[in-house]
Nanobody, 115 residues
C-alpha cells in the first residue's frame, strides 16, 4: 500500500501564492505519475497538474502559467507551486499516485482564496 502525506494549503488573498507538497512511501516502482486533483463544493474532482517519473507534465487549462509541478524521484515527492491564485481555485486538493500496481490518494488539503 502506497501512503501519501501532503502538506501546505491554507488561506490566501487573490493574487497570492501557496505551495503544496506530497511525499509517497511504500512504493518501489520506478515508473509512476504523481499529481494533484481538486474538488470544489458541488463539483466533480478534476485534475490540476501531474508529473511522471520521466518528467512529463500535464496541467489543467485553468492553471497553465500560474501553477508549476515539480518532483524529486529519489524522495518520491512532488510539489505544486501555485501563484496568482484566484477565488475559483478554492477547493480541497488531493495528491494522487499511480503506478502499474497502485492508485493511491492523499487525505486532501483545503485551499481557500478569498479577500
Amino acid at each position: 500500500q502506497v501512503q501519501l502525506v501532503g502538506s501546505g494549503g491554507g488561506s490566501v488573498q487573490p493574487g497570492g501564492s501557496l505551495r503544496l507538497s506530497c511525499a509517497a512511501s511504500g512504493s518501489s516502482s520506478s515508473i509512476y505519475v504523481m499529481g494533484w486533483y481538486r474538488q470544489a463544493p458541488g463539483k466533480q474532482r478534476e485534475l490540476v497538474a501531474a508529473i511522471s517519473s520521466n518528467g512529463n507534465t500535464n496541467y489543467a487549462d485553468s492553471v497553465k502559467g500560474r501553477f508549476t509541478i515539480s518532483r524529486d524521484n529519489a524522495k518520491n515527492t512532488v510539489w505544486l507551486e501555485m501563484s496568482s491564485l484566484k477565488p475559483e481555485d478554492t477547493a480541497v486538493y488531493y495528491c494522487n499516485y499511480v503506478s502499474p500496481t497502485h492508485n493511491s490518494w492523499g487525505q486532501g488539503t483545503q485551499v481557500t482564496v478569498s479577500s
